[in-house]
């Protein structure tokens, strides 16, 4: 699995993780402990991190090939950093802006909060 040197190489990580279901490639990018906080067609998603790897190694981000994530911005302030993501066709049809914080823990970057935006589009079963 790759180090996590620099804010943008987690980010794309995460990116990375949530496109093939990649386990491994998610529990490397998130702290532990990270929470991610948003809300879905109107449901409250306020959970561990662990739910959301669950989630997306049951069923990742690009079902048909269309999934889209760009890197909007990073800003980084010594140890800290926080980027912004806008994520296209996540399961298809649905659009979410994510903002991740970051810390740089022994020697890593780590994100520790995932906030979301429901853009747009449904989840499968909704």
């Not at 662990?50 to 190694?57: D, F, T």
């Not at 999934?67 to 140890?79: C, L, Q, V």
């Given at each position: ?12 990580l ?7 279901g ?102 499968p079963?909704?």
């Open positions: 699995m790759p180090n996590c040197a620099s804010p943008e190489s987690t980010v794309q995460y990116i990375d993780g949530v496109r093939t990649s386990r491994e490639a998610l529990e490397t990018a998130f702290h532990a402990d990270a929470r991610m906080f948003g809300a879905l067609a109107g449901q409250r998603v306020d959970v561990a991190v662990s739910e959301l790897v669950a989630m997306v190694a049951a069923q990742p981000a690009d079902v048909d090939g269309t999934f889209k994530a760009t890197i909007r911005s990073i800003e980084t302030h010594g140890d800290v950093a926080v980027a912004v993501v806008d994520e296209e066709n996540f399961w298809g049809a649905v659009g979410f802006t994510d903002i991740f914080t970051l810390s740089l823990i022994e020697g890593s970057w780590q994100i520790v909060s995932k906030t979301f935006h429901h853009t747009g589009g449904l989840p079963g909704a």
